[in-house]
């Protein structure tokens, strides 16, 4: 206290003078005169500025000069970051590992494609002729040769096309080096699909020139003709440059899920909408930190951010003006985290889906606040280990049941809602495009594995996520309104594994696949096991209250 007291505070003295009535109270105003500038410095020729942007501004920053040399401009005071610039970043060399890629093994399947959170990993189906001329124009034979080993013949894209008496094209998986952070996400999807036909490498001195060398084949031998792009397998929609409106280069960590699953609506709404028909109000969290890192900006949709808050509200006052520019068939997405939405922002998404605006809402629920360092939120699982809720001699973690914010909605008026994951790549998209489609507010909770804060590997995402599903912790579901007037007209669970059941067991072993056996394979959960891997009272509870959600979703689906 003592030491305490000693501390100078200036503060102190100015409260002492005050009290003897040599100095007013209140802090002395600091007065600044300035004239306004003239009215040109307040203009912004955008044409002028993004090419301006590209140049100098990231020209600065890739220099590692830009916080030091570059003087304030009129862009950066309205906060303006041109689209798509995070295609300029490079992360050639944050990762020691990047995938290969076998063609041998390859069906051109493009869940790798559709998986990859940084856009790194990029598929084609080119029509033969047009392929070999291209590979003729390489003069290094060589290099000619490495580059036709990235192409495989596939029956989907080649063998089906030859039986019609079509031409096949062959289906190329090129990696972008510049984008890639060597998760392994791609090669984990991959396996976990029977195929194989990625692995990770070492990366030796002349692994970027040569990734290098096949991305820059890849971008110039042209898009793949929409012939080749079957609009009933969704995950082929990421063939086609409409889908593909997020660039990477985002700061997001290692595989984040949430990133997979804002390409994957974008993908679905511009694929069929067109990209010029995309808006998103992104309510602060990790997304906004890593999508709008400046001077990167991953997107190529118009995208605004303004307080944790208060998204939904401001997508209600965008829709309204575009409403009244005659805009009503543009696509208005909010994306928000569980903190944005389950929380802090609720009011304001309750509000905006009780409005009947035709608003789309994207939740990334990480179940944590994951970009303030991992906070319980009211979506964080009971037993989880989280901050304000920690597992310790005292306390057992997250103590409350988790607030369900897709049911809740389902309540509002008239709203659509659906529960799902990217690693359910039909569900998603399914989703994404009745959300696009439905002529009022529609919800997408999305359940987005998050490594460092779900404590699992980078490769992980997708297979927590199938976990997540396969366990009951988060079924799917889609709540259309316009399906009946009775919930369970509207409510559907297809999509989960044994649906009728309580637990869906694996068909190998028959061995009960519950919250437990979900909870035993993630670091949050990790404490409430004991040294011979039995879990808690908390985790037994946890479980229970997971059946009974199940149970209610089963019920008010008509199957109970
Ligand atoms: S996941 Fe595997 S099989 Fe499917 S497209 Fe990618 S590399 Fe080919
Ligand atoms: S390793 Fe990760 S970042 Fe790289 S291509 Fe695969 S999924 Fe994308």
Redesign the pocket.
Known sequence: MADQQSVYNPLDEEHVEQVAGTKPRGLEKEIHEGALPPVGVLELNLERYVGDFNERIIGAYAAGTGERSLPADVGVARSLIPPGTGALRDFSYIAPEIPL?DHT?????????TECPDTAIL?KAIPRSHLEAELNAVADPQERESIRAQWAVTRKYYEVFEKKGEEGALFG?FVDPTKCKGCAE?VE??DS?G?H??RMVKKDEQTIPRYRGWFNFFRQVGPTPRAYINERALADMMLSDDALLYVGGAGSCMGCGEATAIRMMLAATGFVHGAEAVGIVAATGCNTVYGSTYPYNPFLVPWTNSLFENAPAVAMGVRARWDQRGWQQKKLWVIGGDGAMYDIGFQALSRMMASGMDINVLILDTQVYSNTGGQASTATFTGQDAKMAVVGKAAPGKRERRKELALIAMMHPDTFVAQTTAAHINHFYRAIMAANEYPGPAVVSVYTTCEPEHGVADDRSSCQAKLAVDSRAFPLFAYDPRKGERIKERLSLAGNPAVNDDWYRLPNTGEVVDFIAFARTEGRFAKQFDVEGRPSETLLYAREERLQYWRRLQELAGIR
């Open positions: 890629f093994k390859c069906v051109g399947c493009m869940s790798c494609v598929g998986i791609c999807v991959c699909l195929y036909a990625l």
